[in-house]
């Protein structure tokens, strides 16, 4: 009998990175109808971008679900992120409390917040993985 498999608990936890700008698209995603402001050039390469540490994708539903805005189309690296996987576990148990935190209610209005000051190379991605998505300018079918 096969191991049990837990089904997605959209939990939002695979969609947080230990980089916290870029998710990288790759010539496999090309043809998919990714939409234009979901994505960024740098450098030559095409990017989908993060925001606060998760994909600026992932979005939270009225019940706190957190939930893909592109699932029909999302990029290979999305694709190949398997619930129940070991990269599943790992998430989970890594990053599970930053999606929590994404699920509570936003800052009331009369919050103070402190902007956060980026110097140029903030934006970048980190080398080793600007490194390894493939050179050329990739523009998604319009």
Do not use: W
């Not at 993060?50 to 029909?72: F, N, P, S």
């Not at 290979?76 to 998430?91: K, L, M, V």
Request: net charge neutral.
């Amino acid at each position: 009998m096969p191991p049990h498999i837990p089904d997605c608990t959209s939990c939002g936890a695979c969609c947080f990175g230990t980089h916290d700008r870029y998710i990288a698209i790759l010539p496999e995603d090309v043809g998919r109808a990714i939409p234009p402001e979901a994505l960024t050039e740098v450098e030559g390469r095409l990017f989908m971008t993060m925001k606060d540490g998760h994909c600026a994708q992932l979005t939270r539903k009225e019940d706190a679900r957190l939930v893909c805005a592109i699932y029909d189309v999302r990029p290979e690296a999305c694709r190949a992120f398997r619930a129940g996987s070991f990269e599943c576990g790992r998430a989970r148990a890594h990053r599970l409390p930053l999606a929590e935190a994404m699920r509570l209610p936003a800052l009331p209005p009369n919050a103070v917040t402190e902007p956060i000051e980026k110097g140029p190379e903030a934006d970048l991605p980190p080398a080793h993985i600007l490194a390894s998505v493939p050179k050329g300018r990739m523009k998604p079918p319009v």
